[in-house]
């Protein structure tokens, strides 16, 4: 299982908008993003527009290319890719993503790997 997190800046003026829009996704997205392989998908929204985005799936590369290939995906981040800040292509695709450098569960696996 591969965790992945993500950043964007969504446009302040354009927040309120993009808070509506996910609220509720369409069903047919959530469809999409499901059959791609991705779960336990989060959006977290920061000061000033900051977004945070995380979740799991067992093939990122694979994830990624079904939802390139999705005619529903594209659709969405075609209508998505106004609300951010200096983003070129679509947004699914260009999102800036972010290092793990530290994860709770691993680090207590090796631990108790060690002590045994």
Do not use: C
């Not at 509720?24 to 997205?29: C, G, I, Q, R, S």
């Amino acid at each position: 299982m591969t965790r992945v997190a993500f950043q964007l800046q969504v446009k302040p003026e354009l927040l309120d908008e993009y808070v509506a829009r996910h609220t509720p996704v369409w069903p047919e997205m959530l469809a999409e993003i499901a059959a791609s392989g991705r779960r336990n998908y989060s959006l977290f929204l920061g000061e000033g527009g900051r977004l945070f985005g995380y979740y799991e799936t067992d093939d990122d590369e694979a994830a990624q290319a079904y939802l390139a290939a999705s005619t529903v995906a594209a659709r969405w981040e075609a209508e998505m890719g106004r609300f951010f800040v200096g983003l070129g292509g679509r947004p699914d695709q260009a999102a800036t993503p972010l290092t793990e450098i530290f994860n709770l569960h691993d680090q207590l696996t090796a631990t108790n790997e060690g002590t045994s």
